[in-house]
């Protein structure tokens, strides 16, 4: 026998308390994860750059440390305009 319920009485298995749990369980294991500081700039340049925030990306870009020091500044191999040519200028 097969009884179907519409919600006309209450439901056995309590959704909202599964998503909520399975939310803190989800957020406490991205929590406890390390991200270098050259990789969250590079994620946030990206982020920028897809949106169109282009005045948002120079003023980071502006106050981002070289690209020596951690690898994420802006010269970043391209990311800004996604060519990946702009870190190849001749040194010379």
């Keep these: 026998k097969i009884i179907f319920n519409f919600g006309a009485s209450p439901f056995a298995f309590d959704l909202d308390a599964f998503i909520d749990k399975e939310l803190a369980e989800e957020r406490a294991k991205i929590s406890q994860q390390e991200i270098p500081r050259g990789a969250a700039l590079a994620i946030v340049r990206q982020y920028l750059v897809h949106a169109g925030f282009a005045n ?7 106050s981002a440390p070289p690209s020596g020091s951690n690898g994420a500044g802006p010269d970043d191999g391209g990311i800004a305009s996604g060519t990946g040519n702009e870190g190849a200028a001749s040194s010379s």
């Design 56 to 62: 948002t990306l120079k003023k980071l870009d502006a």
